[in-house]
């Protein structure tokens, strides 16, 4: 099985890894196709990037957990991520109503929301396991630039723990996200 990895704000990477949140939007980097993000996986490796992120963006709650890059050129990934559903938000108001669930506060998400004169984005909702041992790797030139997926080939799946959310707090947070966002 091949195994990937998805960009994320180290600070949202730790938030999810922590158990803090299980949602994370999405719009795409600039090096990705026209179309921006996709879900291409289901289940991947939280790969924390410090680049391009903003503590202006965060909410006041996760702006403790911002630190410099611990060791540069080292790729640490906490967690596996797997992905319990998708929406795509084509509604700013619904969009915005996500705040509360996830790490970016509503200017960012709004910034997000119309990034490239495409007024959209993704939620994600994920069920987060910590990595027993924190995967440790060079980050090599292929890992780097502004992408959301990064394969990792030769890397065998490591072992996780137990999720940091509750299967039944998961399946209350999708419920709430559901009539948030769903067309009435």
């Known amino acids: 099985m091949s195994l990937s990895a998805l960009k994320e704000w180290d600070t949202q ?6 158990g803090q949140t299980a949602v994370i939007l999405r719009k ?48 640490t990934l906490p967690a596996m991520a797997e992905v319990m559903q998708v929406w795509k938000v084509e509604d700013l108001g619904r969009a915005l109503t996500l705040e509360p669930f996830q790490a970016l506060n509503a200017a960012a998400i709004e910034r997000r929301f119309h990034y490239r004169n495409r007024p959209w984005l993704h939620a994600l909702l994920l069920r987060v396991s910590p990595l027993t041992t924190p995967l440790e790797l060079e980050e090599t030139p292929e890992m780097l630039g502004c992408v959301s997926w990064v394969p990792l080939p030769g890397v065998s799946v490591p072992e996780s723990g137990v999720p940091v959310m509750p299967d039944a707090d998961l399946e209350q947070l999708r419920t709430r996200l559901n009539a948030l966002l769903l067309p009435d």
């Open 28 to 75: 795409g980097g600039i090096m990705e196709t026209h179309d921006g993000f996709e879900v291409e996986h289901r289940r991947f490796l939280l790969y924390p990037t410090f680049l391009h992120q903003n503590e202006v963006e965060l909410r006041s709650e996760f702006r403790p957990l911002l630190r410099p890059d611990p060791a540069p050129g080292v790729l």
């Open 13 to 18: 990477a730790q938030a999810l890894a922590l």
